[in-house]
């Protein structure tokens, strides 16, 4: 999909990640010439109707958040094949490969990073959004090397209709409350436990 231009716009460069259902790729803004991540929806999803509606409440999300730790999202484009999120670009990279790298962190950045995060995760807790799928790879850095959290693909928001079953489970177990690896209800405290 590199070289592939969506909306007139946004341009795939190079893949960054991929997962089951999405890719995410550095982009460019054309019309600003600047630096973009795109999540790209795979394009044999993209006519699934549940996989099209947890895609575009993502953004909806997105859209209601406004924090300095949060993911700014951009954009939301579709061009019947394909479906994307614009977002800013996280030029640091993620904490699951910082991680890797030094295995551990110092406490002093980790106390500076669990604020952020954890103050992000007040931000959209105050407007009823619960993540519930908090873990290394989804706290990304930005170039000043601030926490950004981000893949509010599985959130959920506290008054939404439910788009998955009762006894599906979504999230990554190795985080998961224990409420959620039992498909019951969850709330902030689901997203405080992964954190």
């Not at 795979?42 to 909806?60: C, M, N, Q």
């Amino acid at each position: 999909m590199a070289g592939k231009v969506f909306a007139k716009r946004y341009r795939l460069e190079e893949q960054l990640d991929r997962g089951s259902m999405t890719a995410v790729y550095r982009g460019l803004d054309l019309e600003d010439s600047r630096p973009v991540a795109l999540k790209v929806l795979w394009p044999h999803l993209r006519s699934d109707d549940t996989v099209a509606k947890r895609f575009r409440r993502e953004y909806a999300i997105l859209r209601r958040l406004s924090h300095p730790n949060i993911i700014d999202i951009l954009d939301l484009v579709d061009d019947g094949e394909s479906m994307a999120l614009v977002m800013e670009f996280a030029a640091g990279g993620n904490l699951a490969d910082r991680l890797l790298e030094r295995s551990r962190l110092n406490i002093d950045s980790t106390l500076h990073l669990a604020v952020q995060g954890l103050d992000a995760l007040a931000e959209a807790h105050s407007q009823g959004i619960v993540h519930r799928d908090l873990k290394p790879s989804n706290l990304l850095f930005d170039a000043r090397d601030s926490i950004l959290v981000t893949d509010f693909g599985i959130a959920r928001l506290a008054d939404a209709v439910a788009l998955t079953t009762q006894t599906m489970i979504l999230g990554s177990p190795e985080y998961m409350a224990p409420e959620q690896a039992h498909s019951s209800r969850v709330d902030a405290r689901a997203d405080l436990y992964a954190f």
